[in-house]
């Protein structure tokens, strides 16, 4: 990919392939211009001073002190149910722009008694901002797989919804490492309550030095029993004991997994736990020095289930596509690589079996269209890409 035409095409080539998204978090994905607005708001309210934080909302990979800086303003975004709802419309709409067509976003329900926000009002801004979409089909119910903002008033509606893009989406209810068991069940329960709104499945995040593994096991415990799949920020800092824990519990997906050791590697080797990989944020928060050195390598070379994510679109200035140029440019992958790691990612969801049907229909679908695009692809055509698109899985 050294001449510039390659480049070219292979960065095209990222943003014209279908992706699926894991690890995103919903406040960290808001737009810079949402965020830019309503900072302004908080400041002119007096909550804030607005010229703290106008130059790192407008700047453009931000450094680690600065983000740090914007997780705290999202914290104070988080407790208005209509900022919500606006925030979770326009996520859901930048990732379906950017050809994701799968989508599991993942946030901590929020308690806030003086905004009289309580876990369940908060998850319901989520939902009505779901439901808000209106631009794109936008299929989040456990219950059935229909679009669920479709209007079947007439015919014509119904014809012109399904000529828009689709986008699946699932939740996934977070569990903050500074939370209580209790509230860690709060959590659970809730998540259960809302299955048929499209919860499939619960993270446990946060600062990775705040908090002990025993405070969470219970309640992620009782989340596997009830059917709940469980994702688990893991081995973001050097902490032994706590990440052979975190393996010993055999979660579906691990995120970021930064400081295993080559004897962890091996137990999740073992127990085939899919890696969550963030590539732009282990570099922005330091967790590698270079990006060359990434463990995405070894696990890539390895066969290792893996899936690459953007943990925040908004606080490091990335998109999926981007994930996966970052991802092609620095391991020297090509066309076939980078695909074969977008349809491989239709295994890991927590949306079910009718979703990857769905999903591999979808993928089947557009590898037809890209041979006819791609110079490189277009000795595939017809039958010869859907025969491509079966081998990859």
Not at 94 to 101: I, K, M
Not at 163 to 175: A, N
Not at 234 to 250: A, R, T, Y
Request: charged share 25%; hydrophobic share 40%; with cysteine.
């Amino acid at each position: 990919m050294e001449r510039g035409g390659d480049v070219a095409e292979m960065k095209e080539w990222c943003r014209s392939i279908p992706k699926i998204e894991l690890h995103a978090h919903l406040n960290g994905c808001i737009r810079d211009s949402t965020l830019l607005e309503l900072a302004k708001v908080l400041g002119e309210k007096g909550i804030i001073n607005f010229a703290d934080v106008e130059h790192v909302i407008r700047k453009c990979g931000r450094s680690l002190s600065e983000c740090f800086q914007l997780f705290d303003l999202f914290h104070i975004l988080a407790t208005d149910h209509g900022t919500i709802s606006r925030i979770t419309k326009e996520v859901v709409e930048d990732f379906a722009a950017d050809e994701v067509v799968y989508l599991e976003l993942r946030t901590t329900p929020k308690n806030n008694e003086t905004k009289g926000m309580t876990k369940r009002s908060y998850m319901k801004a989520v939902i009505d901002g779901l439901r808000s979409v209106d631009a794109l089909n936008v299929s989040f119910s456990n219950s059935s797989e229909r679009t669920e903002n479709i209007s079947s008033s007439t015919q014509n509606n119904y014809a012109n919804c399904m000529e828009r893009k689709t986008i699946h989406i699932r939740l996934l209810l977070s569990i903050d490492r500074r939370e209580t068991t209790i509230a860690a069940m709060e959590t659970v329960c809730l998540a259960l309550e809302l299955r048929e709104f499209g919860v499939v499945g619960i993270d446990l995040s946060g600062n990775p030095i705040v908090g002990e593994w025993k405070t969470f096991l219970p309640a992620l415990k009782y989340a596997k029993e009830q059917g709940l799949s469980v994702t688990l920020h893991c081995g973001e800092v050097s902490n032994k004991k706590e990440i052979q824990e975190m393996l010993d519990f055999v979660p579906e997906r691990i995120g970021h997994a930064c400081f295993l050791d080559k004897d962890d590697w091996e137990k999740a080797r073992v127990l085939q736990i899919p890696v969550e990989i963030c590539l732009t944020s282990n570099l922005r928060t330091e967790r590698l020095s270079t990006i060359d050195l990434h463990h995405f390598a070894n696990l890539h070379k390895g066969n290792h289930p893996l899936v690459l994510c953007t943990d925040d679109t908004g606080l490091f200035s990335t998109t999926l596509s981007n994930e996966y140029y970052l991802a092609a440019a620095t391991f020297g992958l090509d066309q076939k690589d980078v695909l074969r790691l977008a349809t491989n990612a239709i295994e890991f969801v927590f949306g079910g079996s009718e979703v990857k049907k769905a999903l591999r229909g979808i993928f089947g679908d557009s590898a037809r269209k890209l041979a006819e695009v791609f110079p490189s692809w277009k000795s595939l055509g017809g039958e010869d890409v859907k025969v491509q698109i079966k081998s990859l899985r």
